[in-house]
């Protein structure tokens, strides 16, 4: 909705006018729509690789920092959830956010193509 909203489209008000569909399912049907449609899509990196229909639509953008889609992982509050497995949580985070961690997390690839940027050092992040 920002990146219609920075297009100056009130894609509430132009509903259908611009072409625009919502289809009310998941990403990987909105990507087989589109690439039967011919249309353009927003997709995060890893599943339009993963999509079977992939090889048939082209990335037109990446790298634009409107783009950028943070993941992130917090544990559990256990206080709230008592039931939560905390030292485990904690151990995997501690992996996650370790050296090996990353360059797994850099190493995991559909197709040759990296799919995440590890930036749990990066103090910008």
């Not at 256990?78 to 030292?87: D, G, I, S, Y």
Request: hydrophobic residues 40%; charged residues 20%.
């Amino acid at each position: 909705m920002r990146l219609w909203k920075q297009a100056d489209i009130d894609i509430a008000a132009d509903k259908g006018a611009c072409g625009s569909k919502e289809i009310g399912q998941g990403m990987g049907a909105a990507l087989n729509m589109a690439s039967a449609s011919d249309a353009y899509l927003l997709s995060d990196r890893g599943t339009g690789l993963r999509s079977r229909t992939a090889g048939d639509l082209t990335i037109l953008v990446e790298g634009d920092k409107r783009l950028f889609n943070q993941y992130g992982v917090i544990l559990v509050n256990p206080a709230k959830h008592p039931t939560v497995k905390t030292e485990l949580g904690q151990q995997f985070i501690d992996w996650l956010i370790s050296p090996e961690g990353q360059k797994a997390i850099a190493g995991y690839k559909i197709n040759d193509q990296q799919l995440f940027y590890p930036n749990a050092n990066d103090p910008n992040a």
